[in-house]
């Protein structure tokens, strides 16, 4: 309880008033000598006990009278940590949920619309005097304004022209936000008001720490809940767009599987999916889909012909249902004409190349006999041995495999040189792809320093080289499938060949390699702690020991093999020494190493596909000097500048992209002139604009965030409650004005109640006192 | 009917408690005996004696023995037959006036004062007895007898009687009881009893007392005198209530104590009188607000109205 007027406490001592009364009259008397004394004792005698309860009843009421009036003037109120009364000046936090769900239509208006206008009543109900903080939050939290907190006409304003985001729900830094805001805040009074849908996503992605920042929070405002929606919304999402075939080459008609998710509580029909590339409504093609399951998620086959190679937007979209925002999936893919590959082979046997390490690999990856044939063939392998490779043969590669290549020790072969390495960390972390394939040529410790620790491709650390026993030979397991991408490979059985692979030989990779750790000057570990420089286990041996582990590096990704691309033939040993993949077609090895191809190049426009709320990091070519623009999906264009240094790479940054649509970089040369040549993305793009998309400008595509629609479940009242282990005030942002806040506040403040008690004190005494006083 | 005569000047005793405008209105209608009483000489009221008086009542055959003188001739005449003529004796009384001179008595300012309008009560009682040739007593009491003078019709015993009261001044408590049984075995002859009191006192005592009296053949009358602040009990504020009688004291507010009080007072006087009804008792309730002469006037008037059996 806390008292707005705590001053007026001290007029509590005015009920010492009737004690002192009391014991004043009490010693004021006067002396009467008195003759029927025998009547007056008798009578005493039969009320002396109830004489004097009614005395100290009487007494009891007066006090408490002149308590009560003092405590009703000091103005309790019951809210803890600051709540208002009626007519005092509050400090007030609006903390707005701009999470995509928010824009689900909610009877005649959206959430978004209802949160709005309950912000607008809020502010107009706001007392003299008072503040308002408007923080928006989906899953980071801005603080919207307005500049001056008391300038209550710029905080309607703000609230009005609230938007949403594609982003999934985060409360926790929303209310950190707000908590700092009401940490500002002067006045001793302050509210916070949460506007949100209270999707169950936004209180359990850290839900703890959203548990415990309310709770703060409630030790300093009074918590209001403004739920701006009740309604279950009917929604189908899109959630993906994945190419039918390896590579897309331009002139093909390819297919692409459209992945909808009915995310809604019951099922929707007559479904239309359509399928438009580079937003050319002429190539949309639209099938329908009778019906779709709540919870189900259906794939629906559409196609597009690629004219032009180049960066192409393919956009999928379902018809309008409650919740538009994730109803449009954009992606980029690149079409190319040729993919170059550059296999440095480590164990080459010019003489037998049947012997050579990548001999099966190379024949895997261009699986055509006719030599003629091979130079037509769409990817283009260029083998060469450590020596030649040198950095200037990287220059227009799509893709590096590293096999079985020995980094140091000259006695295990030629070496790559340490210009190479550096090029080719340049290389992946321009967006190309990098495979390392383990042999007897591979040494842990100059792969971890020089991979790993130096250059950072390694995906995990190299413990050491374990032989199995000839009769214990490790196995794949392919329920170890992590990957959607490999996933036919767990799934379908016509892979199952796979699990029958014999490994005798394989590297132990250190699986804490997800969080590298390296000794710098300071003897300290860095732990890289972004989520995308973690690597991730493909796929794991029987032994659930890691076999294939990717990790991106920078815009680029690294797959790395625990065992050989081939099987390790030894001169007079008939039986392979380190595994007999290749030797079968049934076990797989072609479409194992297809699949790893095509995930590597086609995660090469990961740059160019973004989930919204991402950080765009722009790699450009190291000489380029020119200054990028980005143009938004609605037209607005942002200057980002020039290309700055950033620990020696060149990055164009940008803020969080937050609305789902497609973008454009756009680099223009600047006035002074530059001689930076174009990069070869640059050509590509360049080459394939077919709707007249300047040379300069790159698409990027960003999707919603999909974790938001996934589970548009909201959390009851009652749940919130049991959460957080104590009850704010609920309240429903209707369409009427809503005076939650004011009912709230007079209901908060006690005077009135404690009037009223002061009244019926007072009357009580009265007729205490005349029922004491009366004959009987 | 004797005149009321104003005291002379010097006389100032007859002054104090002798109020023209009371014995004026009592002198009227006297002070007469409803009961037979037994007086020593012939007097207005009735007598247990029968002789040879004024009043004939009856014949009766002659015995010998009887004096011959009382022979009705007259009646031998007609009848041949010895008959002698009856006569009822008339006589006074002895008036006994008690008044309580208790502590109790003291309260009261002025005219209101229970003692004074008690001993202005007796002197006017005892001037109309002495005034019509009857005799009067006064015994003045508290615990015990303070101060008797024996009954007399002399006129000079007025001033006794005066002087008597006036000298009266309280110091003891009340107890009434074994005083009127002591007075029923002292006075033989019956006659009239007035006791003047408070009756602050055990009223079975009392009540006792007076049934011993009237067993003895007296005519008693109670004048039970109450100030108007013990009928009504009118006190406000905090008071502190100092008993007369006894050591003691009370402080309380007596506006929430009156009505236990007003029930108290009227049990006890509501005791009082059922019993003195009981035993024939004369009971007379005087306010001491109320002036004397009429209320001793309508007490007279109703005596007049009501012989006792």
Known sequence: ?776 | MVAYRLPAKRDYRMAEYLHPDVISRAQVLGVKARAIVEGLRVGEHRSPYRGFSVEFVQHREYVPGDDVRHIDWKSYGRSERYTIKQYEQETNFAGHILVDASRSMLYGEGATNKLEYAKLLAASLAYLVIHQRDSASLSIFDAGWRQRLPASGQPGHMQTILRALENTRPEEKTSIGPLLHDLAQQVSRRGLVFLISDCFDEPAGILDGLRHLRFDGHEVTLFHVLHPDEVDFPFGGMVKFEAMEEKGQVLTRPQMIRPAYMKALKRFLKDMQTGCEKHRVDYVLMNTSRPLGPALTEYLARRLRVRMM
């Open chain 1, 1 to 776: 309880m806390n008292l707005l007027a705590p001053y007026m406490l001290w007029g509590a001592a005015a009920a010492g008033i009737p004690i002192a009364l009391h014991f004043f009259f009490r010693s004021r008397y006067r002396t009467i000598p008195w003759a029927a004394m025998k009547f007056l004792l008798m009578s005493i005698e039969q009320t002396s006990r109830r004489l004097r309860f009614q005395e100290l009843l009487l007494l009891l009421a007066r006090v408490a009278m002149l308590a009560l009036l003092a405590l009703a003037l000091a103005r309790p109120i019951t809210a803890v940590g600051g709540g208002a009364g009626r007519g005092e000046a509050v400090d007030a936090v609006l903390l707005i949920d701009t999470s995509y769900s928010m824009a689900a239509q909610d009877g005649a208006a959206t959430r978004l619309e209802r949160a709005r206008k309950a912000a607008v009543n809020v502010i107009d109900q706001l007392p003299p005097h008072s503040t308002v903080q408007i923080v928006t939050c989906s899953d980071r939290a801005t603080l919207a304004g307005p500049r001056s907190p008391s300038a209550l006409d710029q905080a309607r304003g703000i609230a009005e022209e609230t938007r949403f985001d594609h982003v999934a729900s985060d409360l926790l830094p929303g209310l950190q936000e707000s908590a700092a805001a009401l940490q500002r805040g002067q006045a001793s009074n302050r509210e916070f008001y949460l506007l949100s849908d209270m999707q169950k996503l936004g209180w359990e992605q850290q839900g703890g720490a959203v548990v415990q920042s309310l709770k703060d929070l409630k030790e300093k405002a009074t918590i209001y809940m403004v739920r701006c929606g009740r309604s279950k919304a009917k929604n189908v999402a899109v959630v993906g767009i994945a190419p039918q075939s390896g590579v897309p080459r331009p002139g093909e008609r390819v297919g692409f599987a459209v992945l909808v998710r009915n995310s809604g509580s019951e099922t929707v029909k007559d479904l239309k999916v359509s399928l438009m590339i580079d937003g050319d409504a002429k190539s949309r093609e639209t099938q329908a889909l009778d019906s779709i399951g709540a919870g189900e998620m259906r794939a629906i086959t559409l196609t597009g012909k690629l004219e032009k190679p180049g960066l192409r937007v393919l956009t999928a979209q379902v018809e309008i249902d409650d919740l538009d925002a994730d109803n449009r999936f954009d992606q980029v893919i690149n079409v190319r004409e040729h993919v170059n590959v550059l296999i440095v082979d480590g164990a080459a046997q010019p003489r037998d190349p049947a012997k050579s390490a990548s001999f099966f690999l190379e024949h895997a990856l261009v699986p055509v006999k006719d030599e003629s044939e091979r130079l037509k063939y769409y990817l283009q392998v260029h083998n060469v041995s450590p020596r030649l490779a040198v950095p200037g043969r990287l220059a227009k590669q799509d893709l590096c495999i590293l096999v079985n290549v020995p980094l140091e020790d000259a006695k295990r072969g030629e070496t790559v040189s340490a210009e190479f390495l550096e090029e080719l960390a340049r290389f992946v972390r321009q967006g190309r792809g990098l495979m390392i394939f383990a042999g007897d040529n591979v040494t842990p410790d100059a792969y971890n320093r020089l991979l790993g620790e130096k250059h950072k491709l390694l995906p995990l650390a190299i413990k050491g080289v374990k032989s199995q026993p000839a009769k214990q030979p490790l196995a794949i397991d392919r329920e170890s499938v992590s990957l959607p991408a490999f996933a036919k490979f767990k799934e379908d059985d016509r892979f199952k060949g796979i699990g029958f692979v014999s490994i005798s030989r394989s590297l132990e990779l250190d699986e804490r390699g997800t969080r590298w750790e390296k000794k710098d000057d300071s003897e300290k570990p860095v732990v890289l702690k972004k989520k995308d420089e973690q690597a991730k286990v493909v796929l794991r041996y029987n032994t659930a020991m890691p076999m294939v582990a990717t990790r991106k590096v920078g815009s680029g990704e690294v797959m790395q093999f625990a065992t050989s691309a081939d099987p390790g033939w030894k001169p007079k040993d008939p039986n392979p020494t380190w595994n007999d993949w290749p030797l079968a077609p049934e076990l797989m090895y072609l479409p194992f190493m297809d699949m790893a191809v095509s995930y590597l190049l086609h995660g090469q426009t990961q740059n160019h596909n973004l989930v919204a709320g991402t950080k765009l990091s722009w790699h450009p070519q190291e000489k380029d000097t020119k200054a990028y623009t980005l143009v938004h999906p609605d037209g607005r264009a942002e200057r980002l500048g020039v290309p700055v240094d950033v620990d020696g790479k060149k990055v164009v940054t940008a803020k969080d992209l937050r609305q789902a649509g497609v973008y454009r970089l756009v680099a223009a040369v600047p006035p002074t002139g530059s001689s930076a040549e174009p990069t070869s993305e640059q050509s590509s793009q360049g080459e394939g604009s077919p709707n007249g998309t300047p040379p300069d400008e790159i698409p990027l595509a960003v999707v919603p965030d999909l974790r938001e629609s996934e589970d548009l479940e909201a959390l009851s009242d009652e749940q919130i409650d049991e959460r957080l282990g104590f009850r704010p005030i609920h309240v429903t942002a209707g369409d009427s004005p809503v005076t939650f806040s004011e009912i709230e506040r007079l209901n908060r403040e006690w005077t009135l109640w404690l009037l009223l008690g002061v009244l019926g004190l007072a009357l009580g005494e009265s007729l205490l006192a005349w029922w004491c006083g009366r004959a009987r």
